[in-house]
């Protein structure tokens, strides 16, 4: 008696359009993705399906929907934690090249060892892997004979991979599935399990087809941390887009840096933290800093620097091996050498 399941990735978002860290961000399919997620209607349609297996996030949901088309009031349907995206901390909702440059080694990690990564306050790739296995081995067990439809996501769905070709979590590769691509596995009555096929996409229209610009993320190596209404990160701007370099850029004031990328931002430099600070800004003044730095902490700093983003000094130029703090051209002149276009 024989176990059939399907495994299938979630449609694209609008985070897998801006080139984000997902993870365990719970947002809905962007119209791409319903797109791509209404092509799964005819790929299932003849397929009969006794279980359908969700994770807990609306963008695996809704793709399991479209996966059970008119049959989605009448198939039973398991809503399971084990298989949801990897928790990547202060990565998610974060762009390539942003977690790139502020987290180099979980970036590196994701893609040369993946088992092993693990975002500042998030999973670590081995714990996916464990969760991911045991879910839906347990799924598989409780249901023998049937046939099992589960939507989820990614980098889980890599983690699943791996374990279905006897690779280890320690020894994991990378294994990216297009959005809406069909695996196909099938278990035994002992459990053992045969790789049918993996990241079936042939119902992809070309339109639908969704990939990322590596070339563009590979040439991208700065990110430009700034206050739109400073006159001195307006004047930096424009010295950037002189010079000709890509950089990707954030508004300090409106998505304030959390404690953990003050953190990897310090890291970056041997300044001392009290540079960090504002000090022509009215909240420093207000707050009376100057008096009060001297008997703080470092992870008092660190935490005074990330209630309020008109504390930080700014501009702030960085890349993942080194950090300009405020705008000196002559630095930044040998700060970008060699990144010029």
């Known amino acids: 008696m024989n176990t059939t399941l399907y495994l299938v990735r979630h449609g694209t978002t609008e985070l897998n359009e ?203 190596k700065l990110l430009f941390l700034h206050y739109p209404r400073c006159g001195t990160c307006r004047k930096a701007r424009k010295y950037l887009d002189a010079a000709g370099v890509a950089y990707v850029e954030r508004d300090l004031v409106a998505d304030p840096l959390s404690a953990v990328e003050i953190e990897a931002l310090m890291a970056k430099t041997d300044a001392p933290d009290k540079k960090f600070f504002n000090t022509s800004g009215a909240l420093y003044r207000e707050q009376k800093l100057k008096d009060r730095l001297p008997q703080m902490t470092h992870e008092e700093i660190v935490r005074k620097l990330a209630e309020d983003g008109k504390l930080v000094k700014r501009p702030l130029l960085a890349r993942d091996d080194g950090l300009c703090i405020g705008f000196k051209e002559t630095e930044w002149e040998a700060f970008i050498k060699g990144l010029k276009a």
């Open 18 to 220: 801006r080139f984000c860290y997902q993870g365990q961000t719970d947002i809905p399919l962007s119209e791409i993705g319903m797109a791509q997620g209404a092509l799964l209607i005819d790929y299932f349609k003849d397929i009969p399906i006794d279980i359908g297996v969700t994770s807990p996030l609306k963008r695996a949901r809704q793709t399991l929907d479209f996966i059970l088309g008119e049959r989605k009031d009448n198939v039973p349907i398991i809503v399971e934690p084990g298989i949801i995206e990897m928790n990547q901390g202060a990565a998610e909702a974060r762009t390539l090249t942003e977690v790139d440059i502020m987290f180099p080694t979980f970036s590196r990690d994701s893609v040369i060892r993946p088992g092993l990564a693990s975002a500042p306050g998030g999973e670590t790739g081995k714990a996916v892997y464990e969760r991911m296995r045991d879910a839906v081995l347990n799924i598989v067990r409780d249901n023998p004979g049937k046939t099992i439809a589960m939507a989820a996501h990614g980098f889980s769905i890599q983690t699943f991979l791996n374990y279905a070709k006897g690779i280890p979590a320690e020894e994991m590769q990378e294994m990216v599935l297009d959005n809406v691509a069909v695996s196909k596995f099938t278990f035994n009555a002992d459990g053992e399990l045969t790789i049918d096929y993996i990241g079936d996409s042939s119902h992809l229209t070309p339109e639908y087809q969704y990939n990322y610009d590596f070339e563009a993320l590979v040439k991208t």
